[in-house]
């Protein structure tokens, strides 16, 4: 029944490691979003595909690749771990303000990356 | 500076009103938003105006807009322990842009 659900929640991995978390929405929106939230619960937006085609790319190292496989998945791909790295992550869908939609965005419970 | 500016922390006192303020910059956003945030969870909607809008009430919550200013409030009136969480300001034009969130704590 979870409408956007992430894995994993919990991520600790070592310094120049790659790693991938998944997303998934089953609310037949068609617009996806990474956001990052660091330790001082700053969020910052990274990423946003709509219908599997990226129209945000935020000013993000290269080193973060989101893969949209369908309008249902997003998921982030992360290349050579570095400390900086850690935070929580946050995957949203929306329907989009005046698609059917307020434009509200619904979030997963996100996935805590730590780095060491 | 930022697209959406909030203060960091509110403390006030059980059965008390709080006030939660936040401005932005973007003066052409369609809908401003209200989430809030509880330990180690995401992020949840908690109301939102659409910007014809100067006011809109929601049981114990209000939310004023002052589109001259770029200013957007919500207040929680009888707060309550449970209110206890981060409150996100949030405008939405092509995408979502956050502020940096207020952390609201309750005391008893």
């Known amino acids: 029944d979870t409408a956007v659900s992430q894995t994993p929640k919990y991520l600790v991995t070592q310094m120049g490691n790659d790693k991938s978390i998944k997303c998934e929405q089953n609310l037949g929106h068609d617009t996806m979003y990474w956001y990052k939230q660091d330790s001082k619960k700053f969020l910052k937006i990274m990423f946003s595909?709509?219908?599997?085609?990226?129209?945000i790319n935020e000013t993000v190292p290269n080193r973060f690749s989101p893969k949209s496989p369908d309008k249902a998945h997003l998921n982030l791909h992360i290349n050579s771990l570095e400390l900086g790295d850690s935070a929580v992550y946050f995957c949203a869908s929306t329907p989009l303000a005046g698609v059917g939609g307020t434009g509200e965005l619904f979030f997963g419970e996100g996935s805590r990356l730590t780095v060491l | 500076g930022e697209d959406v500016e909030q203060s960091l922390f509110l403390s006030v006192r059980e059965g008390d009103s709080s006030v939660i303020n936040c401005t932005y910059t973007d003066s052409s956003s369609t809908y401003l938003y209200w989430y809030k945030q509880e330990p180690g969870a995401g992020l949840q909607l908690l109301t939102y105006i659409f910007s014809n809008m100067d006011m809109k009430q929601d049981q114990r919550l209000t939310v004023l807009l002052n589109k001259k200013d770029k200013h957007l409030s919500l207040r929680i009136a009888d707060t309550q322990t449970g209110d206890s969480a981060i409150y996100f300001c949030a405008v939405s034009n092509n995408d979502m842009r956050f502020g940096a969130g207020t952390r609201l704590t309750v005391k008893p």
């Open positions: 595909y709509n219908n599997k085609e990226l129209i």
